[in-house]
């Protein structure tokens, strides 16, 4: 069975630090990896995606996620944080087999942002 | 282009109720997604519509069932609402291949009192 754990519940940053938000995934064979934020009231929204190929992936806003297949992670960074930043966000797994597993993403428990001024 | 919506925003019902969620997918997209996502938590997968077919269903009993239309379009149902269905209800579409992500509507809030 997939599974994704977010061992950061909350994370308090400053405005202008760098930022790193953990994600440690169980998957029995190569997984396709999600980084998705969401602000209050509102739906997911995609960062980030890695599929194959290079393990450092950009995504949108300035952020990028690292693969590392040993430890079974999928960090997400950002060098400096802005306000703007300050929301909740998922990391998830999915499947690479196709068929039904195309729509089905395993989410941690998420991650919520505060960004101090 | 257009995005997926999803209609009403905000819902209340009483337990034991029927209540019917509705999602329009994104253009191109022919694959539709349900989540649940109970306050605190991620959202966790109901089941996925294919071609006006379930294809892949989560750890969620029957009375959660659901359509697709033609237009890929697609509802959610629940029949004898509990409290504990009272959530945030994400639809998500995409073009039904491995590489292709998911993208969320904005969700239906639904209370059940």
């Known amino acids: 069975a997939q599974s994704v754990t977010q061992p950061d519940i909350h994370i308090t940053v400053s405005e202008g630090a760098s930022l790193e938000l953990r994600c440690n995934y169980s998957?029995?064979?190569?997984?396709?990896l999600f980084w998705y934020v969401q602000s209050p009231g509102q739906g997911l929204q995609l960062l980030l995606k890695?599929?194959?190929?290079?393990?450092l992936v950009q995504g949108i806003k300035g952020f990028e996620a690292e693969f590392k297949r040993s430890q079974s992670s999928f960090n997400l960074r950002k060098p400096s944080v802005h306000w703007s930043d300050a929301a909740e966000y998922f990391c998830?797994?999915?499947?690479?087999?196709?068929?039904?597993?195309?729509?089905?993403?395993?989410f941690g428990q998420g991650t919520i942002l505060t960004v101090h001024p | 282009e257009t995005g997926v919506t999803q209609s009403p925003t905000h819902l209340i019902k009483t337990r034991g109720q029927q209540v019917t969620l509705r999602c329009s997918s994104q253009s191109g997209h022919n694959t539709v997604s349900w989540y649940q996502q109970a306050l605190g938590q991620g959202p966790q997968f109901i089941f996925q519509y294919y071609r006006e077919e379930e294809n892949g269903r989560g750890n969620f009993p029957p009375r959660f069932s659901g359509l697709q239309f033609p237009n890929y379009s697609s509802e959610l149902n629940v029949n004898a609402l509990e409290l504990d269905d009272s959530a945030l209800y994400l639809c998500?579409?995409?073009?039904?291949?491995?590489?292709?992500?998911?993208?969320f509507g904005n969700g239906t809030r639904l209370t059940v009192t």
């Open positions: 998957y029995g064979a190569t997984p396709y």
């Open positions: 890695y599929f194959s190929g290079d393990t």
């Open positions: 998500a579409s995409s073009a039904g291949q491995g590489n292709s992500p998911l993208h």
């Open positions: 998830a797994v999915g499947g690479s087999s196709g068929g039904t597993s195309y729509g089905k993403l395993t």
